[in-house]
Nanobody
């Protein structure tokens, strides 16, 4: 089974930066082809933020494309989300999850993602 644990969230003022981390573990026989970051704000549906597949291809949501980046360190079993120029609209619970598609589908098809950790809260004040 897949085990995920997010960390690194917090409260920050507009324009600030945060880096989120996701430590993961999964079976080699059922190795995911993609990992992604997703977020959910109160009253809104969960949405994809950024994804990276096993080829290293990345897919970033339009709303954060020029501000967020995603990276992965397999030696540490850790996925990262680097967030810059944060805005109040970025306030949400952030989750990491695994997927078995390529990056664009990993990003968009949130219902196909699996593993969801406990999430880490990001709050951006104006």
């Amino acid at each position: 089974q897949v085990q995920l644990m997010e960390s690194g969230g917090g409260s920050v003022q507009s324009g600030g930066s945060l880096t989120l981390s996701c430590v993961y573990s999964f079976e080699t026989r059922n190795r995911p082809t993609c990992m992604g970051w997703y977020r959910q704000a109160p009253g809104k549906a969960r949405e994809g933020v950024a994804a990276i597949d096993n080829r290293g291809d990345r897919s970033i949501a339009d709303s954060v494309r020029e501000r967020f980046t995603i990276s992965q360190d397999n030696s540490k079993n850790t996925l990262y989300l680097h967030m810059n120029k944060l805005m109040p609209e970025d306030t949400a619970m952030y989750y990491c999850a695994v997927h078995w598609g390529v990056a664009p589908y990993c990003l968009r098809r949130t219902t196909d993602a699996r593993g969801w950790g406990q999430g880490t809260q990001v709050t951006v004040s104006s």
